[in-house]
């Protein structure tokens, strides 16, 4: 295996880096005395070394294994059903193994980013130090999910969060270089790769040799990835493509040498000879040729990632390079970025954690007005609602990766969702920190204010929260849509579909007669939390009621009412987080776990607020006529707004 050939590169990094304090290690052959050296890198490598294949090939088999029907929880809420399948119990996907090979790679890597990495250091310097990059290649971290005889450590999506958690908890600087290197920079490959395009790149990759970049936004584009400009023409000959271009705010793009790229290719249509221009991905590398990077941006965060400009000038991109198939390029991109997407709420979580330490270490020892100021009511909430976020954000991120280690493929709303909510969490949580600590929260030396900085681009890249809000409602809509479509067609035949209509009429008349659909997560969740569990399914029915009605009223056209799509999105957001903290909230209890009760408080207390939101915002969808004003009035003061080019009223000194 490749990865047991790197083993000595591991001892002669670990020779140069030293140590601060003495840790044995045994390596292979004589090493020089009296050097103190670090042990992260080679219990990593040895780990990969000592690991069976068999790992890899199962995930595999679980990436491969497809559903007849959604067993997705949250396809089903939108039609008012209940399915547990992928939520209850809370997933515990990693075999006796896989979990041994994690505890062999968690130590390394913590003790890594607690005694190599300076975050604060990278920042200031606006990229990531070269010893950090070294150690890491030298860790396996560019390689994660990388299949072992392709080089890489061959970890499934459960065991590669963990790793994303300890990163995000130490430096969202170095998060965002590995999230974009292999969560979307290759991961096209891992997807979508032929065999030869996989056995080629994959180990550059997974070494660190070679750096992945992911190239999707445009300056015309950037939510709307549908738009783009880039152009691959085929060349007479047909063995390459032409391939120029623009590509804005590119992570990685001053560094990598690989890049996953999108561009526009005239696609004929089979059938009636048309050529239509279709979207088709590429891997490119920079040693084509025409590829060149503009300067690193300056930004607010993630300072030590580099982002730049990526600009393709007649590059020559061998037809073999065509990633998936052509002018499949939309589909490949969605994949990939859904597929990703789970990473980043682990990441968070991790980040999360981190603050909070900070925030409770300052709060269980400031003392005013004659007391410890955790003593006080309004920090005792600030804590609890930190504490609800980052439990909510790590189960639901823990959820998405074992549902899609398990071989379920309909996960797109559940990642949506854990993104949207991870990055506001975290935003949340780091903004609530610096206010328990005050005017300490605020400087610069405590490192929170640059975590700030950091969690702002995440309700911005790889899919802006207000585009995923759109996605979640629509997607989720178009389910209970295409319902009420085949209940439309059962019309036109009512006598040979006499099943279905009664009962769906009957579950639509008790809905709406509020007596409920007969829906129970009775013997499912712990009895201890039996009543947040009645809570869920009643918010589960209102949350569909006002869906149906949407739909009835609105039909295609809703794709036009954002001002109720968000609302609606809101209300799956904070539905889906009430299941997935109950299921994990009931494991614990179930088994008896030191922190059961507290994670029965924890879940509890979201579950009532989560469930007060969803009535009231679906009782105002659905009865309260000032929601109409409500819209009517944001669509007139932002007209206003954009017509006078900014405030529209005077000083009120009118001077």
């Not at 990094?13 to 080679?42: E, H, I, K």
């Not at 929260?465 to 996605?471: G, H, P, T, V």
Request: glycine share 10%; hydrophobic share 40%; proline share 4%.
């Amino acid at each position: 295996m490749q990865a047991a050939r790197r083993i000595p590169g591991v001892r002669r990094q670990l020779l140069r880096l030293g140590s601060r304090r003495s840790l044995p290690v045994a390596f292979p052959g004589p090493t020089r005395p009296g050097l103190a050296l670090r042990p992260y890198a080679s219990e990593s490598r040895q780990a990969v070394v000592d690991k069976s294949e068999s790992l890899s090939s199962d995930a595999s088999t679980r990436e491969k294994a497809a559903k007849g029907e959604s067993n997705s929880f949250a396809v089903g809420m939108f039609k008012g059903q209940l399915i547990t399948d992928q939520v209850f119990p809370y997933p515990n996907v990693l075999n006796e193994e896989q979990t041994q090979f994690l505890k062999e790679l968690v130590g390394p890597v913590a003790r890594f980013f607690e005694e190599v990495n300076n975050p604060a250091k990278n920042d200031t310097l606006e990229q990531v130090e070269e010893t950090t990059l070294r150690g890491l290649k030298e860790l396996g971290a560019f390689g994660l999910q990388v299949p072992t005889e392709l080089g890489g450590m061959g970890l499934c999506n459960t065991q590669y969060a963990r790793l994303a958690e300890i990163v995000g908890m130490h430096d969202l600087g170095v998060s965002v270089t590995l999230g974009a290197h292999q969560s979307i920079g290759f991961k096209g490959i891992l997807l979508f790769g032929t065999k030869a395009q996989k056995e080629k790149y994959l180990p550059k990759v997974a070494s660190g040799e070679a750096l992945a970049a992911f190239c999707l936004t445009e300056p015309s584009s950037g939510s709307d990835a549908a738009s783009i400009r880039s152009s691959a023409e085929p060349s007479p000959c047909g063995k390459y493509y032409i391939l120029n271009g623009t590509k804005l705010w590119i992570s990685n793009g001053g560094l990598a040498d690989i890049f996953t790229v999108f561009a526009r290719t005239p696609v004929t249509d089979a059938a009636t000879g048309a050529v239509k221009q279709k979207i088709t991905a590429f891997v490119v590398e920079r040693s084509f040729g025409g590829v060149t990077s503009g300067p690193a941006e300056k930004k607010m965060g993630i300072k030590a990632s580099n982002t730049t400009e990526v600009h393709f000038d007649g590059v020559r991109v061998p037809v073999e390079n065509v990633l998936g198939e052509v002018g499949s390029g939309f589909k490949v991109a969605v994949h990939i970025l859904n597929n990703g997407r789970f990473g980043m709420a682990a990441t968070l979580a991790g980040t999360m954690k981190a603050i909070i330490a900070k925030a409770v270490e300052h709060a269980a020892n400031r003392t005013q007005f004659g007391d410890k100021i955790h003593n006080f009511g309004l920090i005792q909430e600030k804590l609890a609602r930190m504490a609800m976020l980052q439990y909510v954000t790590e189960s639901v991120a823990y959820m998405v990766s074992a549902n899609m280690d398990r071989g379920y493929t309909e996960f797109q709303i559940e990642a949506a969702i854990s993104k949207i909510f991870s990055s506001e969490s975290a935003w949340k949580v780091t903004d609530e920190c610096i206010q328990v600590m005050g005017g300490m929260g605020f400087m610069k030396e405590p490192g929170i204010e640059r975590v700030l900085r950091d969690t702002r681009i995440f309700r911005i890249f790889e899919g802006t929260n207000d585009i995923l809000r759109l996605f979640v409602a629509l997607q989720g809509c178009m389910g209970k849509g295409k319902e009420l479509s085949g209940l439309g067609n059962a019309l036109k035949n009512p006598f040979g579909n006499v099943g279905l209509l009664v009962g769906e009429a009957g579950k639509q008349l008790r809905r709406r007669a509020g007596l409920g659909s007969g829906l129970s997560l009775g013997g499912i969740v712990h009895p201890e939390l039996s009543r947040s569990g009645d809570l869920a399914v009643k918010a589960l029915e209102q949350f569909a009621t006002v869906v149906e009605a949407s739909l009835i009223k609105h039909k295609k056209a809703i794709v036009n009412e954002q001002f109720l799509l968000q609302r609606i999105a809101d209300g799956a957001i904070d539905l889906y987080t009430m299941v997935v903290v109950l299921s994990r909230a009931s494991r614990s209890l179930s088994e008896g776990q030191p922190s059961a009760q507290h994670e029965r408080m924890l879940c509890d207390t979201w579950c009532i607020e989560a469930a007060t939101r969803i009535r009231e915002t679906m009782t105002a969808l659905e009865s309260d006529p000032q929601q109409k004003e409500l819209f009517r009035n944001f669509k007139g003061i932002s007209k206003a707004l954009v017509e006078r080019g900014g405030v529209v009223t005077s000083n009120p000194l009118g001077v």
